[in-house]
């Protein structure tokens, strides 16, 4: 069968449990197994299984009420019920919440094998038709960091190429009395600073390397770091594309430590970010174009919210944003993928939520009107 999948079984009767269990494990990666829909809700919180089987009728919360907090938490989430009972009253329900299958007791075991191994068929196609969008975005990225570079780079050769140049007109017309100790010593330090300024320019030219080096290394491990520091790096990659179209940055930030994954949550912010440059570089409405970042916590999570001055998004389309391929803009500036790989980045790789609203807001006794996109993170990964 396709690759193997995790799967959380809930049953309060032991011999079923017991039994079933053993069939179930056959097609899973991983097996979590509950005895009542709470204990059940408990796992899927710290799992994240792929596909939930459940009894329903059971002691403490029934199969139907873990099902409904299920999908609060992943509205897609696979489910199979799995029931003595065929009163219509549970169909209707089972229907309601969009469930994949309900299998009455005792169990067929080969409908159930055939339940499974669609679900991981389709979970398995879905992970790989994620990968290409991640990697297409990536791509994306990639050709907008190289332009970033090119630009970051044009100073820092310039004052190279011009420091360069001084010295060699300053030996070619012999500026310097070479004969006399006053004139070594003048141009010795001379020499001397502009070496020193080179070696700067070229120390900033390898900073703009390191961090288009790290932006698209492949670690996975989590580690504990500073959101300011992740915005730092973020913005290093930007910086020059807005200084190019005059968008005045507005940063508030406490000083909050998280566990998770940077170069994912770089990635997501870059997104976002760059999202909003978009915005702000096409609405001429405002003398001032306008990007705030806020960093806060609240509940115990941590909480971006990035807002900008562009009009807003259109109320039509607002829904549509996270959507696959989804884009305002035309062919040759975006793919749609950024902002749906994103939200898959920020829910699936570390555990947040993100969400995204037209606000109007003042700044300076001037109001405004832009979207604001929020990232809910936890502190610590579980």
Same mark, same amino acid.
Do not use: W
């Given at each position: 069968m396709e690759d193997k999948i995790t799967i959380l079984y809930v049953e309060d009767e032991a011999e079923a449990r017991d039994g079933l269990s053993t069939f179930i494990n056959r097609f899973a990666k991983e097996l979590f197994v509950a005895t009542d829909g709470q204990e059940g809700l408990e796992l899927y919180k710290k799992h994240n299984p792929d596909l939930v089987i459940s009894d329903i009728k059971m002691p403490?919360?029934?199969?139907?009420?873990?099902?409904?907090?299920?999908?609060?938490?992943? /509205? #897609?989430?696979?489910? %199979? +019920?799995?029931?003595?009972?065929? &009163?219509? #009253? /549970? +169909?209707m329900k089972a229907i309601d919440l969009q469930v994949d299958g309900y299998i009455l007791k005792p169990v067929d075991l080969k409908l159930l094998k055939y339940r499974i191994e669609s679900i991981a068929k389709t979970i398995n196609l879905k992970i790989k038709y994620e990968k290409q969008l991640k990697q297409q975005v990536k791509m994306a990225s990639m050709g907008d960091m190289i332009g970033n570079i090119a630009h970051q780079w044009r100073q820092p050769l310039s004052a190279i190429s011009a420091a360069a140049f001084a010295a060699q007109m300053k030996i070619e017309l012999g500026i310097f009395d070479l004969e006399s100790e006053e004139g070594r010593e003048e141009s010795q330090k001379y020499f001397l600073n502009q070496l020193s300024d080179i070696e700067k320019y070229v120390s900033n030219l390898n900073n703009t390397i390191n961090d288009f080096r790290n932006f698209f290394s492949p670690n996975k491990e989590t580690t504990n770091f500073k959101l300011q520091k992740s915005v730092d790096k973020t913005m290093s990659l930007l910086k020059s594309t807005f200084n190019a179209n005059n968008i005045e940055l507005i940063f508030d930030i406490q000083d909050i430590?998280?566990?998770?994954?940077?170069?994912?949550?770089?990635?997501?912010?870059?997104?976002?970010?760059?999202?909003?440059?978009?915005?702000?570089?096409? /609405?001429q409405e405002n003398s001032k174009k306008l990007l705030f970042i806020t960093i806060y916590k609240e509940n115990n999570k941590a909480i971006i919210d990035i807002k900008d001055n562009a009009?807003?998004?259109? &109320?039509? %389309?607002?829904?549509?944003? +996270? #959507?696959? =391929? /989804?884009?305002?803009?035309?062919?040759?500036?975006?793919?749609?993928?950024?902002?749906?790989?994103t939200k898959s980045i920020i829910t699936k790789n570390i555990n947040g939520? %993100?969400?995204?609203?037209?606000?109007? =807001?003042? =700044?300076?006794?001037?109001? =405004?009107?832009?979207?604001? +996109?929020?990232?809910?993170?936890?502190? &610590?990964?579980?």
């Open positions: 403490n919360m029934n199969g139907i009420d873990m099902a409904k907090e299920i999908k609060e938490i992943c /509205f #897609d989430q696979h489910i %199979i +019920f799995t029931t003595a009972h065929s &009163e219509k #009253d /549970f +169909f430590e998280i566990t998770s994954l940077e170069n994912e949550l770089i990635q997501a912010l870059l997104n976002i970010i760059k999202n909003a440059k978009d915005a702000l570089v096409s /609405f009009g807003g998004i259109p &109320e039509n %389309i607002l829904d549509k944003v +996270f #959507d696959p =391929y /989804f884009t305002t803009k035309s062919e040759s500036e975006g793919t749609g993928i950024g902002l749906h790989m939520n %993100i969400s995204v609203e037209n606000i109007e =807001y003042e =700044y300076e006794s001037v109001s =405004y009107v832009g979207a604001r +996109f929020r990232v809910s993170l936890p502190i &610590e990964q579980n």
